[in-house]
């Protein structure tokens, strides 16, 4: 079997967070993909199956499924389930809302609140693949919140810990932005300036989850590198 080779260099051995029989983590830089696109990029869920595959020494297919997904810039935890039922059970678990999620944004500029709740409509604008913020309902759109706190000052940008309530596309990036705190390197949603390696400074910090099968807590965590 051919060595596949991520856009970004990495060894999946040395970013394993967490791993049982069900599922295994993955801190996830920011510029590789969670799931294969029209790009044909080398997606984590075939790189982590391909892992698994040569350290176990498993003679047929490795089964690697994708629960959720982050952003191709934004780095932190990914699970992924190395069986079917896990999967299963899994993505019950994110239908019910039992998987509570936390991020954290270096953001320029400082929120005029140090701690609020955010609730705007988004509709996703699949043209140029962004997603508008408006603050009543209008066609196509869908209610969104979250929850922020300040966590420090950093000159004339912010970090912020945020706390997704619902799950829409681009959330954090456009509402963010929409208190006038786009996320550092995030051009398309207002930031000044790209980064150089076209990342954006906002990252998966913590997941949290009643595990399905052994049915204890499971907390995740991976600091952010910004």
Do not use: W
Not at 47 to 62: S, Y
Not at 101 to 119: D, M
Not at 128 to 148: C, G, P, R, T, W
């Amino acid at each position: 079997m051919p060595t596949l080779k991520p856009t970004i260099s990495f060894r999946i051995q040395d970013h394993i967070l967490y791993e049982d029989n069900h599922l295994i983590a993955i801190f996830k830089p920011s510029g590789v993909l969670v799931q294969g696109d029209q790009t044909g990029d080398v997606p984590l869920s075939d790189l982590v199956k391909a892992f698994i595959k040569e350290r176990d020494q498993k003679p047929g297919n490795v089964f690697c499924g994708v629960i959720h997904r982050i952003d191709r810039p934004v780095s932190g935890v990914v699970v992924l389930a190395k069986t079917s039922k896990a999967l299963s059970k899994m993505n019950e678990l994110f239908r019910e809302d039992a998987i509570k999620k936390t991020y954290r944004a270096l953001v320029n500029g400082h929120p005029v609140e140090e701690k609020k709740e955010l609730k705007a409509f988004l509709r996703k604008n699949n043209k140029i693949l962004k997603a508008d913020v408006f603050m009543k309902e209008v066609d196509n759109s869908k209610e969104s919140m979250l929850s922020y706190q300040l966590l420090e000052k950093k000159g004339t940008q912010s970090l912020l810990e945020v706390y997704p309530i619902t799950g829409r596309f681009h959330q954090i990036r456009a509402m963010l932005a929409s208190i006038k705190c786009p996320i550092v390197g995030d051009v398309k949603y207002g930031a000044p300036q790209a980064l150089k390696n076209k990342s954006i400074c906002l990252h998966a910090y913590q997941i949290e989850f009643i595990h399905p099968i052994k049915q204890e807590l499971v907390k995740i965590t991976c600091k952010e590198p910004f």
